[in-house]
């Protein structure tokens, strides 16, 4: 079987780019490995308003899966609090896999070969396009947009450099008012606790650790038994992360990479759905331009548009990261001293300010905040 386009995973990144090339008269096939929806994703389901913007403007049903609207944080380090409120929203917080499902559904099908249960491995070069090997069969393909998350296959295969840390996550029955982010002990990382209802997601991230250790999930449950969560516990499971860079490795010839496979996670907070969405509707516009000029340079330009929308961004993360696990006791001391800091804190949090734009506001309100008796 030849197809112009196929898609291999069915999360937020490429539900998105199928969703753009609806309608486009183009063969295309959409390969996932979970064998219906929904299905468990280790997420923790955060959007933020940059990523629920733009998701409402392809997905407008976006609002039944969100389950609560958060306009406070709370952060801590050791005994430290610092809150940072909100006039708007901070957070619209999700359930992974009821999400994925919606987005899922509002596709029209019929548009699509949907095969479900089955996952891609390998691709081998051929004359014009690339050979999909999957466990179920070998499939031609034109051009190939690979969205199956960090733990790609092919990506693996084929060399994409990513920096990797992991995560360790759990789902509990229990009723919680506040979201939590704890920055106690962490190298680069925090632990969260995001209220849901009646189920709390709490997970904790090392952007630092090279792989996930028993110890994680001890730590886990440390950092519950202190913000006193201490429900029965009906999932929990160790997942990869990739972080962001100035030059992101995103493309090989007739193959591009999309969120998590392509490392597209903010380097920072985490944050990955709004660049695996963001990234899938890329990849479908160079994917539509391919097709009507029949030009490959139209491919390969992925690669720069993702680095022109992301790469200064995830530059500026690293430089803030920098400046705030180095000097975090200091920055908890600050922001405990000034309520501008503090909305601004939110902000960033929030994805409303750039990292450049408020490195600086940052350094134009420090010495207010010193100042201050």
């Avoid at 014009?128 to 947009?145: E, F």
């Avoid at 295969?157 to 008012?177: A, D």
């Avoid at 996670?265 to 539509?288: C, F, H, Q, R």
Wanted: proline content about 3%.
């Amino acid at each position: 079987m030849v197809y112009d386009v196929a898609v291999v995973g069915l999360g937020p990144a490429g539900v998105s780019a199928l969703k753009v090339l609806e309608d486009s008269g183009l063969k295309i096939l959409a390969v996932e490995s979970a064998p219906s929806f929904p299905r468990r994703k280790p997420c923790a389901g955060g959007l933020t308003p940059k990523a629920y913007a733009f998701l409402k403007e392809l997905f407008p049903g976006i609002d039944s899966v969100v389950r609560r609207k958060i306009d406070r944080f709370i952060l801590y380090n050791g005994d430290t609090r610092a809150f940072l409120p909100s006039d708007a929203v901070l957070t619209y917080l999700t359930q992974r896999e009821e999400l994925d499902e919606f987005l899922f559904n509002s596709l029209n099908h019929s548009q699509f070969d949907l095969h479900f249960g089955e996952t891609a491995l390998t691709v081998d070069r051929d004359i014009d396009g690339v050979i999909l090997n999957t466990t179920k069969g070998s499939y031609r393909v034109r051009v190939l947009l690979v969205a199956s998350g960090v733990n790609s296959r092919i990506a693996r295969q084929l060399g994409v450099k990513r920096e990797i840390g992991f995560t360790y996550e759990s789902y509990l029955e229990s009723r919680q008012e506040e979201l939590i982010i704890d920055f106690t002990g962490f190298k680069w990382g925090y632990y969260w606790a995001f209220p849901k209802g009646d189920v709390v997601t709490t997970g904790l991230g090392e952007f630092k650790s090279k792989k996930v250790t028993a110890s994680f999930r001890e730590l886990l449950s440390h950092f519950n038994r202190k913000h006193g969560l201490t429900g029965k516990e009906t999932w929990s499971s160790g997942f990869p992360i990739p972080a962001g860079k100035a030059r992101n490795d995103v493309y090989r010839p007739y193959v591009l990479f999309l969120g998590d496979a392509g490392g597209l996670v903010d380097p920072l907070t985490g944050e990955g759905i709004y660049y695996a969405v963001k990234s899938g509707t890329v990849a479908a516009g160079v994917v539509k331009q391919f097709f009507k000029t029949g030009e490959e340079s139209r491919l390969s330009s992925y690669e720069s548009a993702i680095n022109s929308l992301f790469g200064d961004e995830f530059k500026w993360a690293r430089r803030v990261g920098r400046l705030f696990f180095s000097l975090r006791g200091f920055n908890f001391f600050v922001l405990n001293r000034s309520l501008e800091l503090a909305q601004l804190a939110a902000d960033l949090l929030a994805g409303r300010i750039s990292y450049r734009d408020s490195f600086k506001r940052y350094l134009k309100l420090l010495p207010g905040a010193l100042l201050r008796r």
